[in-house]
């Protein structure tokens, strides 16, 4: 190789030395204008979450109801407890009571407040940092040949969304 050759070679070196400034501006401004059309989806999802979070509790219940009943028509239909993975549960017209759908679900306290509404043989389960206008769940246990009720997600105390739930019967 002769000298000038290398020195070609040297002076092709030292020409590429990277990004120009204009090229790195137009990447922050392209990654500007991304983040302000993504930023607004991702900015409130605490209460997306919240609503997943009871929907899933919603879902929980729904299905222990299930296993519980299916339990009780295939033991005979004379059982008033049953015990499923290790949790007592308690009967009421082949379906669980208030008192135990909790322990059936196996919804966690840690989790959720758990509300037992004793004149209406129902409860309101919610989560647990729960305050008013957040979702909750009311379970209502089965009447005579019917199965219990399972209110969808309810906005409490907004005067409007709760008129499932009377009186005391609030997520608070």
Known sequence: MTSRQSK???ANRTNQSGFTLIELI????????????????????SGSAEDATIEGARAAIRSSAAIVHAQFLAR????T???LEGETVNI?????????????????SADFSITLVTAADAVIIAATSAVDGDPCVKYTESAASSSPAIT???T???GTDNTALTGDDDCD
């Open 26 to 45: 137009m990447v922050i401004v392209i990654l500007g204008i991304l983040s302000a059309f993504a930023l607004p989806k991702f900015a409130d999802l």
């Open 92 to 108: 009421v017209e082949g379906y669980p009571d208030a008192e135990t759908i909790d322990d059936a679900a196996d919804i966690e």
């Open 8 to 10: 070609r070679l040297i």
């Open 156 to 158: 409490l105390n907004d």
């Open 81 to 83: 407890s049953l015990t």
């Open 152 to 154: 969808a997600v309810l």
């Open 76 to 79: 005979g239909s004379t059982d």
